[in-house]
Nanobody, 125 residues
Framework: QVQLVESGGGLVQAGGSLRLSCAAS????????MAWFRQAPGKEREFVGL????????????YYSDFVKGRFTISRDNAKKTVYLQMNSLKPEDTAIYYC??????????????WGQGTQVTVSS
């Protein structure tokens, strides 16, 4: 069983930055692919990006949706069992609840077995 707890959400002006954190409880954290999804009001949950488990010597692979490429960065600290989502150049359309997830490599909701409770990000214009 993996428990995930997100933090760092809040209200920010357009063009600003936020860093979300997701703390995991699992002993196997380093073996999990970690992803971020988001869900805006009235919309389906969508994939934001992911970071693979460590491949070798802590090397990881990241993959992002087109709408966040160049603006968002995902990183992980296996010693702290935490994954981060650094969000820069935020836009009002980035307003959503952001969820952390753990599971297998993929962009579908079904690829992930464990989910956090979500953290609200609101970007004002």
């Amino acid at each position: 069983q993996v428990q995930l707890v997100e933090s760092g959400g809040g209200l920010v002006q357009a063009g600003g930055s936020l860093r979300l954190s997701c703390a995991a409880s699992a002993r196997t954290f380093s073996e999990e692919t970690m992803a971020w999804f988001r869900q805006a009001p009235g919309k389906e949950r969508e994939f934001v990006g992911l970071i693979s488990r460590s491949i070798s010597r802590s090397a990881t692979v990241t993959y992002y949706s087109d709408f966040v490429k160049g603006r968002f960065t995902i990183s992980r600290d296996n010693a702290k069992k935490t994954v981060y989502l650094q969000m820069n150049s935020l836009k009002p359309e980035d307003t959503a609840i952001y969820y952390c997830a753990a599971g297998n490599w993929g962009t579908r909701i079904s690829d992930y077995r464990y989910w956090g409770q979500g953290t609200q990000v609101t970007v004002s214009s």
